[in-house]
């Protein structure tokens, strides 16, 4: 224990030495946004973009501060120290305050502050003034995945003959505004796309609202923010922003139904199966879309997600599974779950033939096999889906039936 | 009055009738040492130690599952932990590090230091003291119990509503919490009644408000928070249990509810709370900074007055927990604003104590290091706290990684950090050894480097899209650098904690080689420091009267005109030496505080399980209420022969304060 203080000395000039290199390591690692597709510092969209205007200045101001309060205390802790030959009956000047300095300094954080608060009303209404000819969007949690409802015709409802209920992803038109009403169908949960607008929540029986749009066509990735049970971790969203062509085009399509039994055998035989048990809480247009808004299955989040055009999507499952394999440059498929690089449907998307080649079956009929195996869910109290305990040539059949559903 | 006097079995008389109690269960507990004595206690100074032990003891749960969430979340796909499992386990490491760990830690320092630092002999209601601390430590192990019983809460600490429901959370979990959040809740709030009491109304002669210590003042402020909070709290907390137990509707969405409704009470309480945690510690660092600096605090009433400030602007934020939410533009831009302002009279405390500094001849103690730690972490805090409080901003930043940095920046950074610094300050006070210098620094420093490590890389996470309460993350997002950062920051910060029990026992081992360490270790300034070190049970003897701030200090130096400090008495001059205490009321001991505070744990288990055992619990409840109820204040066998030194030869005796134990006395037979 004699050498103690001497350890003392190097453990605090160590210690000072790492806080001090990882916090230029923070401020240097947070301008590299390179592959981190859930960053809030890209903006990708005008909201984004006026949240980042506020950003820049307001960080600044509260970085300088803290170089100021640092640099203070390190400064008067060095100059100030009791020097070891110091006469311990030597007293510094007792100093009890000074009022002018007090009322300066409370006067003076107030100023900035001030500012900082002009600058937030601003961006305020800016990011809650409505934009004439939106394209509205109904958002809708569940337990643990995102229901989309288009209101395509603009009559104010969303469930008319005209309109699309989609789930897991959103496509917009890039460059066009969005006007998004989030509400949900359990619990509270938080619809966030990072790159395009802040958050904000689904409370059920509310509806809020959020303005989306991107820049360019692309794929931005989001997740769920208000912690909604056991699989919040496993509940995200993707919003696909096409060119307007494409976008129309998707509507038209989505608007299609697929009541019409497909030709090949085996997804025909898949297709009894889907009726037999999946359309006890999955919906397809045009074979059980009518018989469901009748007698509602006894779900807690009211529906499972409509699966009429699931091919025109990139991922499945709350958006955690790529429904198309993104093949990595040595040809190996991407480990089940790595879904940054989002599946991309390719022609489907707009209605075109599914890319079968490409589909990752891997993981869907792990997923058909036993789904709360891959994502926490409790089937049994009717949030998730369960296992269905299907035998291998069901999941044969039901994958090829799914693969016709472009 | 006619209450006490009708009483049929209380025997004020004082005539001695051996073997006869007054309620006929319990002999009146007289030891004043040993093990018994810590149940029976109702010295402030015991039961102020009981509660830094029980924190210290939850600071170990709600450690070890902090390092489980940060094991888990070391690489992507984690599978330490269920997720199941893992949203327990968060949801108990907030629940354990709030409600039972820098609360209590706020509590044993307020209840060890106030009456010491108002120069009082006691609390103002001794037995409701006792019981608030027992209310607190059965709530808090029955809180844990639910891990041997079906498992922990699992809808995060603020547990939203319609996630609380039983629909959504089917197990036990939710209603230990809320249960047992209850009952430490009563124990708050009987607590703040006492302490709040006991600074008005029983000071030291000549210790008006604007001589009291800074600490007591923030103390002080943080209990009229709490009186106020609690209740808000409570009152959800019991629509939940009717929610939950009796079919009740308040959180029902299919019934009309709104669900904003839970999260408006839950941050009516929890923004004053954060303040409730802050302030006991900025009032540490108050005492701590003046000391070491060798100079006065600057700018005292600045320093009382944004204390008080901070508790009044304190209640009208609440709502930037909830910009999300949907509560619309105009109160998301008023919550904005009014969260701008409280950040004024926080930051004049930080530019406050950088100028006590100014000027000082700094001694860097451990005490020292802590607070200068908490005034550079709490200023990240604070900032990053300003950065929410802009709106827009914070519809970004609010449920990621960087709102987990932020508050523990305020909450480790801040608090925790002064009541490090505190248990340095204080150890001698309290147990008459120092605790070793070198471990401290040590502690400091590598608790510095931990607590950074975890929590800094956290704003990069969030910033970069992180969320919170994930129990996963996939590969693809670049989480991974950060997490494990984060992870091995835990650790070192888990070493630090385990240094500091170290230093504990190590200076316990060689403090027998050491001479006793005197009344004054630190060249103090406030008067807890003229009492003998560890503290006599009677506190003062004779009661001081106090003539101005920092009242100690001025006994053993005068300053000139020009602000000159010269010593006019040493230490052993003005402190005051350890007497047999004869002559003293105290307050009794007694069993009743832990009967009733028994009562309420088997109650809440009764709540959950059977309605028959709620009644035992009820009758357990109503018994010690009964016995409590009759049995005298002060215990009437007890010898206090005469009203000798404090009565009649204080120097304060004829103030118009009454010294404590004559209050205890008056104020408890009323109450």
Request: glycine residues 10%; contains cysteine.
């Amino acid at each position: 224990m004699q050498r103690l203080p001497k350890i003392v000395r190097i453990l605090a000039v160590f210690s000072f030495t790492v806080v001090t290199v990882l916090f230029a390591a923070l401020i240097v690692n947070s301008f590299q946004n390179a592959g981190k597709p859930l960053t809030t510092l890209v903006p990708q969209g005008p909201s984004a973009e006026s949240i980042q205007q506020l950003l820049i200045p307001v960080t600044s101001i509260a970085f300088v501060v803290f170089i100021g309060v640092l640099g203070a205390a390190v400064f008067i802790s060095w100059k100030f120290r009791e020097r070891r030959d110091a006469d311990p009956d030597e007293f510094p000047a007792q100093v009890h305050g000074k009022t002018t300095l007090e009322i300066g300094w409370t006067i003076l954080p107030a100023l900035i502050l001030a500012g900082i608060a002009v600058g937030t009303v601003m961006t305020l209404i800016n990011l809650n003034r409505e934009e004439p000819n939106s394209i509205n969007v109904q958002v809708a949690g569940q337990q643990w995945w995102w229901q989309y409802k288009y209101d395509v015709n603009n009559d104010g409802n969303y469930d008319g003959p005209e309109d699309i209920t989609t789930a897991t992803e959103m496509v917009i038109p890039a460059g066009k505004p969005v006007q998004v009403t989030t509400t949900s169908n359990d619990v509270i949960h938080s619809f966030w796309i990072p790159g395009l607008n802040g958050k904000k929540d689904a409370v059920p029986g509310l509806y809020s609202p959020l303005k989306l749009q991107a820049d360019e066509p692309g794929v931005f990735r989001g997740q769920c923010t208000e912690f909604c049970g056991l699989s919040h971790a496993n509940m995200r969203m993707l919003v696909r922003a096409v060119s307007t062509s494409d976008y129309d085009a998707w509507v038209k399509n989505q608007l299609k139904d697929h009541g019409a039994d497909p030709t090949d055998p085996t997804a025909l035989a898949g297709k009894k199966v889907w009726q037999s048990l999946c359309a006890q809480c999955h919906v397809i247009n045009g074979i059980n879309d009518l018989k469901m808004k009748e007698t509602p299955p006894p779900l807690v989040s009211g529906v499972a997600p409509n699966l009429t055009h699931l091919m025109t999507r990139g991922t499945f499952a709350g958006s955690i599974f790529n429904l198309y394999e993104p093949v990595s440059s040595d040809g190996q498929a991407l480990p089940m779950g790595d879904v940054a690089a989002a599946g991309d449907p390719g022609a489907a998307l707009t209605g075109g033939k599914v890319d079968t080649a490409n589909v990752n079956r891997v993981t869907l009929e792990a997923w058909l096999r036993n789904a709360p195996a891959l994502k926490p869910m409790y089937p049994q109290g009717g949030r998730g889906m369960p296992n269905l305990n299907l035998t291998e040539e069901q999941i044969d059949q039901l994958v090829a039936f799914l693969e016709t559903l472009n | 009055m006619a209450l006490t006097e009708d009483r049929p079995l209380a025997l004020p008389s004082g005539e001695s009738d051996d073997g006869y109690t007054p309620t006929g269960v319990f002999t009146r507990p007289t030891a004043e040492t040993g093990v018994r004595s810590w149940f029976t206690t109702v010295d402030h100074k015991k039961i102020g130690i009981m509660y830094g032990a029980a924190a210290i003891f939850f600071l170990m749960i709600g450690g070890v599952e902090a390092l489980l969430i940060r094991m888990q979340l070391w690489a992507p796909r984690g599978s330490l932990l269920s997720a199941n499992l893992y949203n327990q386990v968060y949801t108990m490491h907030g629940t354990t590090m709030v409600f039972l760990v820098v609360m209590p830690i706020g509590a044993a320092f307020a209840n060890y230091l106030i009456p010491l630092q108002i120069g009082a002999r006691d609390v103002a209601f001794p037995r409701i003291n006792a019981f608030s601390f027992w209310a607190f430590l059965f709530g808090g192990i029955f809180i844990n119990t639910s891990w041997l019983m079906g498992g922990g809460a699992d809808g995060g600490w603020f547990m939203y509503a319609p996630n609380s429901g039983v629909i959504f959370s089917p197990t036990h979990g939710i209603d230990f919490w809320n249960l047992g959040l209850i009952i430490t809740g009563i124990a708050s709030l009987t607590g703040a009644v006492n302490l709040i009491v006991t600074v008005l109304n029983m000071r030291a002669p000549g210790m008006t408000l604007m001589r009291m210590p800074i600490f007591t003042w923030m103390a002080m402020v943080s209990q009229f928070l709490l009186l106020f909070a609690i209740p808000v709290l409570t009152s959800a907390q019991v629509l939940l249990m009717l929610d939950r137990g009796f079919h009740a509707n308040f959180f029902n969405v299919a019934k009309g509810a709104n669900p904003l409704l839970w999260e408006h009470l839950f941050w009516i309480f929890g923004h004053p709370e954060v303040y409730i945690l802050i302030l006991p510690s900025f009032g540490i660092i108050s005492e701590v900074v003046p000391v070491f600096s060798r100079k006065p605090l600057f700018g005292y009433p600045f320093v009382v007055f944004s204390g008080a400030a901070i508790g009044f602007v304190g209640w009208g934020v609440w709502a930037h927990h909830m910009f999300a939410s949907g509560i619309g533009p105009i109160s998301v831009t008023t919550f904005s604003l009014t969260t701008m302002f409280i950040a004024v009279p926080t930051g004049v405390k930080i530019l406050n104590w950088t100028a006590t500094m100014w000027g000082g001849k700094l001694k860097f103690t451990s005490p020292m290091l802590f607070s200068i730690g908490l005034v550079t972490m709490f200023t990240i805090g604070g900032l990053s706290g300003v950065m929410h409080s802009v709106a827009p901003m914070d519809s970004q930043q609010t449920d990621t990684y960087f709102i987990v940095a932020h508050f523990h920046y305020v909450l480790f950074g801040g608090a925790f950090f002064g009541f490090m610094g505190a248990f340095y300050f204080y150890w001698p006070k309290a147990f008459g050894y120092m605790l070793n210098e070198s471990l401290g620094k040590a502690n400091f420093w590598l608790m510095l480097l931990g607590f950074n490590l975890t929590f800094a890389p956290m704003h990069v996470l969030g910033l970069q899209g992180m969320s919170r309460r994930i129990y996963t993350y996939d590969a693809g997002y670049g989480f991974e650098f950060w997490n494990k950062v984060a992870t091995i920051g835990a650790f070192t910060l888990a070493s630090s904690v385990g240094l500091f029990v170290f230093n504990i026992i190590y200076s316990k081992v060689k403090a027998k080689n050491l001479p006793p360490v005197g009344p004054d270790p630190w060249d103090g300034r406030t008067i807890e420091w003229m009492v003998p070190s560890p503290t006599p049970v009677y506190n003062f003897d004779p009661i001081p009267t106090v003539t101005r701030v920092d009242d100690f200090w001025y006994r053993k130096y005068g300053e000139t005109k020009d602000g000159k400090l010269v010593r006019i008495a040493s230490t052993a001059e003005v402190a005051q030496q350890r007497t047999d205490g004869k002559g003293i009321h105290l307050p009794s001991p007694s069993y009743w505080p832990l009967v009733l505070a028994f009562g309420l744990p088997i109650v809440a288990y009764g709540i959950i399980f059977s309605l028959w055992l709620a009644l035992i619990g009820g009758i357990i409840v109503v018994a010690g209420i009964y016995g409590w109820v009759m049995e005298p204040p002060d215990d009437p066998d007890a010898a206090h022969d005469d009203h000798g030194p404090e009565a009649h030869a204080s120097d304060g005796g004829d103030a118009a304060v009454p010294d404590s134990a004559e209050a205890v006395k008056e104020v408890e037979t009323v109450g």
